[in-house]
């Protein structure tokens, strides 16, 4: 009976499709697995164990969706933002934003709780976080909605439920103590509709599309200065010329003057259901200036504002109709590119791209067709393509259901101009509405069936843009459809792609390298799934990037959404910070046995790592959990596995290959890195092989399995600790039959 040595020396080519099971013939297959779950496949080719996610809050409203924004205007200066319940909520240092301290004086044990805090200056129904509280330290760092309120005092209120909160049990309050308004800014957009918002950024501003809505327009002064808009264009953009006799007259010219616009024929035709909803808001423009509708009177008469000086009250037949409007449909895309704002996609004009004047975003002014002036483009194809995003790299891509194409004036050194446009399909692959995200000079986005990744980048071979399926080895990690998507460029090039079902699919993707790794990522608890993903530069990490998640979880039979933060995968030389569980947090003090502040995971049973050990489970009381020993930093939170399942071995064999033989594996080694614990067994066996201390090195497990045709190793992490996996050595006897 031959033996073997069989060692793997990488993961790079990810989770493999069960479709590739017998695919021994393609070289990915020795860098595979048939597994990979919480687990990353660093671009080095090992697999590091995910970090577990720190809570940093509830959204304001959990029975609703939340949607996570990042918003950056310095390495220093970032923030992200969280949209729902018509409230922007604002984020910085891992933290919510809040207003200046307010002193509190007293809590009262009672139902409700009731807090003085002398001269506090808000109203019902604002949030406050409380801290610094003696006594009754239970209330320290939770938020709470502010029920009855007078000039000194308010009732303390859930604020998911709208319930009492009842302080008759908790500790007396002894001294101290402050509150802080939670920051927030009022948005219109429904619930249904924060999927399908998209953003355009440059310094402290922040444009906002969506069809549905007039373009917005978010703008930051201060940490807590902030001021969500309707954008008042300078000049359009406007449809073509009017061409009947129809002929409009308005009453005022002077800006700011408000007066009527009457039509000689009725073509105001309002909708049925809402008369008004269809024209307020739209602008027409006459007499070489702009009017905005502000009110319905009738099908010839419109209520208007002048926006720019008219030169005439006379009755005209040259007029042009605003191109974005209730009626016409509001742009769905936005992007910067080449100094200039771009907008596209709307309702009744699903084709056209519209770029604003070169370096003034809000001016639309076409008339002139100067070089810097703005430009409309409208794509001419056999087929409708309506524009679902757009994407600046060397040209504007613009993703539309039928295909990629690209704009740009043809020529690298040539800049954009109205007379100079070129547009080009560069692939027939349609493009869901998810904006893709750049690496490198390759554009990923999602294929319109939101089941296929593509990889878009220029192809030497074929002289043109070539998309690739990124996904063809793994075709179940999509499982669900793709429903959000970012990227994390350090570390380790990480495309993370939100699923249907509520898990994560994430890329590794070192160009370079030919590093194609996709894992899979679940939410532990009852009922979890990720909702929506963001990243955003950290303020606190040199050059690292911080993702964020929102995270539906069930606590206690009720629905809450969570804003969680992925931690960071290297914690640094002291392996006591080190964070592997969910929904975590941290104590960092005095050596204490009771831990509090754990209210978001009440009744949950919790993962324990105390000074770099792991206790027993523990659940959650009160808010509190008690430690089996006591320490001074205690990382707490939900458990979660990590596994990884290698596919069946090819050792060959004296009659060809190995597959289908009887083998059996004698031995198992695992090379690690900075791993506290390590199970190691064959799907149908035991694990074994617990470690005592962080090991850096080869792991042996002996293993007794019987004879077998597959010849898989399945290797497991399931304790708040790290484990990093660099190779998988099996050493097996083989019968050839």
């Not at 720190?54 to 029975?63: D, H, P, T, V």
């Not at 679940?522 to 950290?538: F, R």
Request: with cysteine; charged share 15%; hydrophobic share 40%.
């Amino acid at each position: 009976m031959p033996k073997a040595s069989v060692v793997q020396t990488n993961l790079t080519a990810g989770e493999l499709s069960p479709k590739m099971l017998g695919r021994v013939d393609v070289n990915k297959y020795v860098n595979g697995a048939e597994q990979i779950q919480n687990f990353i496949v660093t671009p080095y080719g090992g697999a590091q164990r995910t970090p577990g996610t720190r809570f940093i809050g509830e959204a304001r409203k959990s029975s609703v969706v939340a949607r996570l924004v990042p918003f950056q205007f310095s390495t220093e200066q970032t923030y992200m933002l969280s949209f729902n319940d018509g409230k922007i909520v604002f984020f910085r240092n891992q933290g919510r934003v809040v207003e200046a301290a307010i002193t509190i004086t007293g809590v009262t044990q009672a139902n409700p709780g009731v807090v003085t805090a002398p001269a506090h200056g808000l109203s019902t129904n604002e949030d406050v976080v409380l801290s610094g509280i003696v006594g009754m330290t239970r209330l320290n760092g939770n938020v709470y909605r502010m029920g009855a309120t007078t000039v000194n005092t308010f009732e303390l209120k859930d604020p998911q439920t709208g319930a009492n909160v009842d302080t008759s049990a908790y500790a007396a309050y002894t001294s101290g103590g402050t509150l802080a308004r939670v920051y927030d800014v009022n948005h219109d957009y429904a619930d249904a509709d924060l999927k399908d918002l998209r953003f355009a950024q440059t310094a402290d501003v922040m444009y906002i599309v969506h069809p549905s809505y007039s373009p917005r327009k978010l703008s930051r002064t201060g940490h807590t200065a902030w001021t969500l808009a309707t954008v008042t264009f300078v000049d359009g953009p406007f449809l073509p010329q009017n061409t009947t006799a129809t002929t409009l007259t308005p009453s005022v010219s002077a800006v700011g003057a408000t007066g009527t616009l009457t039509a000689s024929t009725a073509i105001f035709t309002a909708a049925a259901d809402d008369p008004t909803t269809k024209v307020i808001g739209q602008l027409f423009k006459l007499h070489g200036g702009v009017v905005k509708v502000t009110d319905f009177t009738s099908t010839t008469v419109l209520q208007i504002t002048v926006v720019s000086v008219l030169s005439a009250t006379t009755a005209t037949a040259a007029w042009s109709e605003g191109a974005w409007s209730p009626g016409n449909g509001n742009p769905g895309a936005v992007s910067f590119f080449e100094q200039r704002l771009a907008f596209a996609g709307s309702t009744n004009n699903p084709q056209t791209v519209w770029l604003s004047v070169s370096e003034s975003y809000e001016d639309m002014d076409v008339a002139s067709a100067g070089a810097d002036d703005a430009l409309i483009y409208t794509i001419a194809s056999d087929q409708v393509n309506a524009i679902r995003w757009l994407s600046a790299a060397k040209t504007l891509l613009l993703g539309t259901s039928g295909g990629v194409f690209s704009l740009s004036s043809g020529d690298d050194a040539t800049p954009l101009t109205p007379t100079n446009v070129v547009v080009k399909r560069e692939t027939t692959f349609g493009a869901a509405t998810l904006v893709p995200k750049q690496i490198g000079n390759y554009a990923f986005y999602v294929q319109r069936d939101t089941l296929i990744v593509r990889e878009l980048a220029y192809s030497l071979e074929i002289d043109q843009q070539k998309a690739a399926n990124i996904t063809i080895l793994s075709e179940h990690i999509t499982a669900g459809g793709i429903v959000d998507m970012d990227y994390q460029q350090s570390p380790n090039n990480l495309l993370w792609c939100v699923r249907g079902d509520g898990k994560i699919a994430t890329l590794t993707r070192e160009i370079d390298q030919e590093v194609a790794a996709w894992t899979e990522q679940t939410p532990s608890g009852t009922s979890p799934a990720y909702e929506n993903v963001a990243v955003i530069q950290s303020s606190t990490v040199a050059d690292g990037d911080e993702v964020w998640l929102v995270v539906k979880r069930t606590i206690n039979g009720a629905t809450h959404r969570y804003v969680e933060l992925l931690e960071t995968f290297d914690w640094g030389a002291d392996n006591k910070d080190a964070f592997f569980v969910q929904s975590g947090l941290t104590y960092d003090g005095a050596s204490v046995s009771t831990i509090i502040g754990l209210d978001h995971l009440e009744g949950q049973t919790v993962d324990v790592y105390a000074d770099g050990a792991v206790q027993a489970q523990q659940t959650v009381t009160n808010g509190a959990l008690t430690l089996a020993t006591a320490a001074a930093k205690v990382q707490a939170g939900l458990a979660y596995d990590s596994t990884i399942k290698t596919l069946r071995v090819e050792a060959g064999s004296a009659i060809g290959t190995s597959q289908g033989q009887l083998k059996r594996i004698n031995n198992v080694i695992v090379r690690v890195l900075k791993t506290l614990q390590l199970k190691v067994g064959t799907p149908t066996t035991q694990y074994d092989q617990d470690l005592t201390a962080i090991k850096t090195g080869d792991v042996e497990a002996h293993h007794d399995g019987g004879w077998e045709t597959e010849g898989q190793v399945v290797v497991k992490c399931d304790d708040p600790v790290p484990c990093h996996v660099i190779a998988i050595i099996q050493q097996l006897t083989e019968e050839d039959r």
